[in-house]
Antibody, heavy 121, light 107 residues
Framework: QVQLQESDPGLVQPSETLSLTCSVS??????????WSWIRQPPGRGLEWIGY???????DYNPSLKSRVSMSVDTSKNQLSLRLSSVTAADTGVYYC?????????????WGQGTQVTVSS | DIQMTQSPSSLSASVGDRVTITCRAS??????LNWYRQKPGKAPNLLIY???SLQSGVPSRFSGSGSETDFTLTISSLQPEDFATYYC?????????FGGGTKVEIK
């Protein structure tokens, strides 16, 4: 059974860089043609796709965040990481990692439990 | 970007009711449509992929239909664990986008 677990960043100061990791168990981040994704949810609101990346270097970011976001996969640790620079209060929310599954049609499954990110001084 | 519009944004129903949620895409997306259920304080959980395929382990009371721009999620007999928020998501093109959600509440 594949499980994903996000790190806990604690409080992040405005204008600083948010760094998150997602540890994967039950599967290898370098297996198959999977892409590994980040998705966030502001308080009381809907879901926003941040982007995804693969161990082969394939990558795609949401244009709304592209100038501030960076993702990577660490095959030695079986982890994925997210960096979001110049954060503001608008970046507050729950951040999820998820595996993009499927071959022709794609979906997100499974998801991590999520980690709360609060941007505040 | 492809905009996904769900309706209603919320509804009240009773255990055993048949519930239908709709999702409309701003352009044709074929069958590149997924449905998720999100219980309070939890991560979303995949219910339906490719518009009508039931994810393994998901109860058969859930079904999906539609194509191109109009899609439907149906719960044939609402159970207590189904009081949650439901999201559609298009995987036709990036940026991948989600609907605004439909909250199913207890009547």
């Amino acid at each position: 059974q594949v499980q994903l677990q996000e790190s806990d960043p604690g409080l992040v100061q405005p204008s600083e860089t948010l760094s998150l990791t997602c540890s994967v168990s039950g599967d290898s981040v370098s297996s198959g043609s999977y892409y590994w994704s980040w998705i966030r949810q502001p308080p009381g609101r809907g879901l926003e796709w941040i982007g995804y990346t693969s161990h082969t270097g394939g990558i795609d970011y949401n244009p709304s965040l592209k100038s501030r976001v960076s993702m990577s996969v660490d095959t030695s640790k079986n982890q994925l990481s997210l960096r979001l620079s110049s954060v503001t209060a608008a970046d507050t929310g729950v951040y999820y990692c998820a595996r993009r599954s499927g071959r022709v049609y794609y979906w997100f499954d499974p998801w991590g439990q999520g980690t709360q990110v609060t941007v505040s001084s | 970007d492809i905009q996904m519009t769900q309706s209603p944004s919320s509804l009240s129903a009773s255990v055993g009711d048949r519930v239908t949620i709709t999702c409309r895409a701003s352009q044709s997306i074929g069958s590149y449509l997924n449905w998720y259920r999100q219980k309070p304080g939890k991560a979303p959980n995949l219910l339906i992929y490719a518009a009508s395929s039931l994810q393994s382990g998901v109860p058969s009371r859930f079904s999906g239909s539609g194509s191109e721009t109009d899609f439907t999620l149906t719960i044939s007999s609402l159970q207590p664990e189904d009081f949650a928020t439901y999201y559609c998501q298009q995987s036709y093109s990036t940026p991948l986008t989600f609907g605004g959600g439909t909250k199913v509440e207890i009547k």
